[in-house]
């Protein structure tokens, strides 16, 4: 008796003039690398989402790492766009207005595309990439701007200190908005404000003793006693 043959995952499921666009593709690519991360994300699973073949993934963007980078090009360009309009908006504003602007623009992307937002920062995703450091980077950079102003209107000449917190506190937006990407229940603008909040009240309550020793400049491999 012969055998029976599993039907083609690859056989046609659109008309050719259904076929879907590199942006449903990638919309499709971004929802499973999301969900599974890069190792356990397949282009089967990743063409079933979008309705569409294997080949016609093969055929638009080659293989499932170069699929990945192009769908992590895409989602870091946005979510920099939504920031960097943010913090132009803030620029001339008092430094309470900039952080919440600042913090907000992270919070509110998070809501609205969730999945944008854990395939670029959950650390469940794989597969870092020069896109997503740039992007961190850039954030990072604004952060320590800001950090920088805020020392310089207490007087203080910023030192090491201010990297420090700058990274404290991206870390600390970055794992709030995260958990709100992945609460549906959470409203995402309520927890910017409280975040924003959290933040104000940290530079507001600095202490000066603290900072001081981070700022002071040490041999390589020497701790303070």
């Known amino acids: ?19 879907p666009t590199d942006g449903e593709l990638l919309d499709a690519a971004r929802a499973v ?20 073949t294997k080949p016609t993934l093969y055929a638009h963007f080659g293989d499932k ?8 090009t895409r989602e870091a360009a946005a979510l ?9 908006t803030a620029e001339s504003r008092p430094l309470e207005d900039r952080v919440r602007l600042s913090v907000m623009a992270m919070f509110s992307y998070a809501g609205a595309h969730p999945d944008s937002f854990r395939l670029l ?11 997503r450091r740039a992007l961190a980077d850039t954030i990072a950079t604004h952060v320590v701007t800001r950090v920088r102003e805020h020392l310089l209107t207490r007087g203080r000449t910023p030192g090491p200190g201010a990297e420090l917190l700058a990274a404290m506190m991206v870390g600390l937006v ?52």
């Open 65 to 72: 790492a170069a699929l990945f980078r192009a769908t992590v």
């Open 1 to 19: 008796m012969s055998r029976q043959t599993s039907p083609d995952r690859s056989s046609a499921r659109r008309s050719p003039a259904a076929r």
């Open 80 to 88: 920099r766009n939504w920031v960097f309009t943010a913090y132009e």
């Open 174 to 225: 970055g794992r709030a908005a995260m958990h709100v990407s992945h609460t549906p229940g959470v409203d995402p603008l309520a927890a910017g404000e409280l975040a924003t909040g959290f933040v104000m009240a940290a530079l507001r309550g600095l202490d000066p003793v603290l900072l001081d020793r981070v700022d002071e400049v040490r041999p390589a491999g020497q701790c303070a006693t």
């Open 121 to 131: 920062f959950d650390s469940a995703v794989d597969e870092m990439s020069n896109e």
């Open 33 to 52: 690398f999301a969900e599974r991360g890069y190792t356990q994300a397949t282009m089967d699973l990743i063409a079933d989402r979008a309705d569409s």
